[in-house]
Every structure is written in C-alpha cells, then in structure tokens.
C-alpha cells in the first residue's frame, strides 16, 4: 500500500477533525500531495494540494479559511486539518500523489491513491 489515510469519523457540525495520509512512496519527497473527496452520487472533488517542498498551498473554495494541508516529508505523512465542519462536508477522503508533475488540482494528475476515509458530519 502506497497511500494510506485514517482520521475520518461521524462529528457535528462545527467541529474539528485531522486526516492523516502515510506513504510509503519512494518519490514523496518529490510529489506533491492532495487530498480530494467523493460525496454519495457526486464526483470526486479536489480539496487541497501542498507542493512538495511544503511552500505552495492550494484549497478548494468551498474549504478555503476552514481547512489547513501540511506534510512531514522526514516521516512521509500529508495532514488535512478540517475546522469548522459542515455537513455539506460529508464525503469520502482521498489523499493523492503527483510524483514529479506540475502543481494541480486536476484528478488526472494524480498516480497514487489511498483508499480513503468516511467523514460525515451531521447537523
């Protein structure tokens, strides 16, 4: 297993959780890491993307002011901090790699995928 993300569970509206993602990739160092989402019936959305050096952020409207990305690239772990939860928020989370790619919040762009972790949050 290439990516693996914990972290997920059932809160209320308002609360707080932390999404953790290991890698066992040999490339992390030098991918940059994003997490996206999948609600029931929807397609899976981008989140959040942080480069590989950790200097460059990207966030998704919806989450932007609410969620912090970061990583550890010394132990290989990508962190999705959610405050302020929504219900709205409900959704599986990914975390992903683009190994020596550009910068993207484009799906695509993605090798590597966890296999995900439920979040939902109730009103």
């Known amino acids: 297993v290439q990516l693996q993300a914990s972290g997920g569970g059932l809160v209320q509206a308002g609360d707080s959780l932390r999404l953790s993602c290991a890698a066992s990739?040999?490339?992390?160092?030098?991918?940059?890491m994003a997490w996206f989402r999948q609600a029931p019936g929807k397609e899976r959305e981008f989140v959040a993307v942080?480069?590989?050096?950790?200097?460059?952020?990207v966030y998704a409207d919806s989450v932007k002011g609410r969620f912090t990305i970061s990583r550890d690239n010394a132990e290989k772990w990508v962190y999705l901090q959610m405050n302020s939860l929504k219900p709205e928020d409900t959704a599986v989370y990914y975390c992903?790699?683009?190994?020596?790619?550009?910068?993207?919040?484009?799906?695509?762009?993605?090798?590597?995928w966890g296999q995900g972790t439920q979040v939902t949050v109730s009103s």
């Open positions: 992903a790699a683009a190994p020596q790619r550009p910068l993207s919040i484009q799906r695509a762009m993605y090798a590597y």
């Open positions: 942080i480069s590989s050096s950790g200097g460059s952020t």
């Open positions: 990739l040999r490339t992390f160092s030098t991918s940059h």
